[in-house]
């Protein structure tokens, strides 16, 4: 992947986690361009496929693309941040701490990719806190 692909896959994304939106100039952990269908399952390197992922995120979602609705109990497709509206899917908690899945797609994207780990709902208090989350979506 050329450093162009990344650099344009950050922009578009304003330097945002395209699952958490966790800030990339607030983490201490890298960013990546990840690939949304993974490159073993015949995903390319191309802007339509890359999302720009905090490390937590990437390690969580690894090589799926599917995950159970623990609702429904069904296996539904994973949040696809180039076909799918983020607000269709998710909404903030009353105190912008949680992500709320609206859909079966959106709880199992919460579910796999661990959207209310610890460390964020920390990160997001301490921002709401600021005024600076949540990020525009």
Request: aromatic share 8%; proline share 2%.
């Given at each position: ?131 600076v989350h949540p990020p525009s979506v």
């Open positions: 992947m050329t450093e162009a692909l990344r650099s344009k896959v950050r922009r578009r994304a304003n330097s945002c986690c395209e699952y958490c939106f966790a800030q990339e100039s607030l983490s201490h952990d890298p960013f990546s361009a990840e690939h949304i269908i993974p490159s073993v399952k015949g995903g390319k390197d191309e802007l339509d496929n890359l999302a720009w992922s905090c490390l937590g995120c990437n390690f969580h979602k690894f090589t799926a693309t599917t995950a159970i609705d623990l609702i429904s109990e069904e296996m539904v497709d994973l949040f696809h941040p180039r076909q799918d509206t983020w607000g269709d899917h998710f909404r903030w908690s009353e105190d912008t701490t949680h992500l709320i899945g609206l859909t079966a797609k959106g709880r199992a994207t919460i579910g796999r990719l661990k959207l209310n780990r610890e460390g964020l709902l920390n990160l997001r208090r301490v921002l709401s806190e600021a005024g």
